[in-house]
């Protein structure tokens, strides 16, 4: 595939109970669903890092339902948060929920030899992958975090690498990776300081905390300031440098300048799920889900987001319900919208029918733009988009202008399946 050939040239790898840790809910939290038919593991790799880490995503999947329920629940058991049965969500509830979206959806493997395997999304080792790889990362993002915490770092200064999970077939080569990405074995032990780059170079994923690959039962263990000088890495006294800054910077530049062949790329593989602007690029879902965090902190907030224009399936069901053509209409929402919206279905939903709009409501709304069930006239320049997402029905109302040729969010609403009346 070409869009994946450019990307290639120019790969840029820089249980329930107690209280929830704020950096494990913000890396679980931070995700958009982007869908990647195209995509495998190895693919993904080549995607910049700082992409990656606010998509949730899974190879070879283009499924809005199935990843955004991935995304609710996993947002769910990180935060300690029950669901809407009243329960926590655990691993085997997740896995037996994703299962039953996956028959419903037919989206079981086309060569039935994978069925089962990793390659199958609703077998039960994929599903439970999935779980435990991003419960794992969030919770060990937290733990970077706070090991990067000026005082954590200067008493707990170096950690270890080794072995805390039991693997049926465990990897052997740990300790030459290790060296080839700078990190000193002393005493047979495979030990760093926190601070340094080895423990992104290590990393498959490009990151600085486990797992540092695919199903790996590797881990780190801190380790004292007195320990850290006695092995040599310090000397008393000196200081650490923490390197969370430094690394969103990493984070940031990997986005930043991007070549136009690598951005038609990304075009080419994404659509309008990601957006560019300045040779920079973003998740189209992150930018809404961000717009909306900065309206709820900042009520005087005035600002309008474009969104993309109308895709052929969208003017082709309009023109089928009667509206003008939308051929070149661009989808905008205005923060004085979204917070009337907030404050009318973000805090309460008053009609018992309907349920109240959520960060993740938002992520879903350019699928309804950009691949609605039904189109329905409203009054001359008003129209109404609906998609039936997992048992939601959601709503979308807009205000055609033909003098710029857009659409403007005027309402949005979600209710469960049955017919749609209000």
Do not use: C
């Amino acid at each position: 595939m070409i869009a994946l050939e450019e990307i290639r040239a120019q790969a840029i790898d820089i249980e329930p109970g107690g209280e929830a840790s704020p950096f494990a809910v913000e890396s679980i939290r931070r995700r958009t669903p982007v869908l990647s038919r195209y995509l495998n593991s190895q693919d993904w790799k080549l995607i910049s890092l700082a992409l990656r880490q606010r998509a949730q995503f899974s190879s070879e999947v283009e499924n809005f339902r199935l990843m955004q329920q991935i995304q609710r629940r996993l947002e769910q058991a990180i935060s300690q948060l029950r669901n809407e049965r009243g329960v926590y969500v655990n691993e085997q509830q997740f896995v037996a929920e994703m299962k039953k979206i996956v028959e419903e959806e037919g989206l079981g493997p086309i060569d039935p030899r994978d069925i089962g395997t990793l390659k199958d999304i609703g077998s039960e080792a994929r599903l439970r992958l999935i779980w435990r790889f991003q419960t794992e990362q969030a919770n060990e993002y937290a733990r970077w975090r706070m090991a990067n915490d000026p005082d954590v770092l200067n008493a707990f200064p170096a950690q270890e690498f080794k072995r805390v999970a039991v693997r049926r077939v465990p990897r052997l080569n740990w300790p030459e990776r290790f060296t080839a990405a700078g990190g000193r074995i002393i005493h047979g032990r495979m030990i760093d300081l926190v601070n340094s780059t080895t423990w992104e170079n290590l990393s498959v994923f490009g990151q600085p905390w486990p797992p540092f690959d695919y199903n790996s039962g590797m881990g780190l263990v801190s380790l004292s300031r007195r320990e850290t000088e006695s092995l040599g890495l310090l000397q008393p006294g000196e200081k650490v440098t923490p390197r969370y800054v430094d690394f969103n910077a990493q984070l940031e530049a990997s986005v930043r300048d991007l070549s136009e062949r690598y951005q038609n790329a990304l075009k080419t593989l994404f659509g309008d799920q990601i957006v560019i602007e300045d040779g920079a690029a973003k998740w189209q879902g992150n930018i809404i889900a961000d717009l909306y965090d900065r309206v709820l902190k900042n009520p005087g907030l005035q600002q309008e987001l474009s969104l993309g224009t109308a895709t052929a399936s969208t003017v082709q069901k309009a023109r089928e319900a009667g509206v003008e053509d939308l051929t070149g209409y661009r989808m905008v929402i205005r923060t004085d919208e979204m917070r009337k919206i907030y404050k009318k279905r973000g805090i309460e939903e008053a009609d018992p029918t309907q349920a109240v709009i959520t960060q993740n409501d938002w992520e879903a709304l350019p699928f309804v733009w950009r691949d609605p069930d039904s189109v329905q006239i409203r009054r001359p320049r008003n129209f109404i988009l609906t998609k039936r997402i997992d048992g939601t029905l959601y709503v979308a109302e807009w205000i055609r202008n033909r003098e710029n040729k857009t659409v403007m969010l005027r309402t949005f609403w979600k209710k469960k399946a049955g017919p749609l009346t209000r």
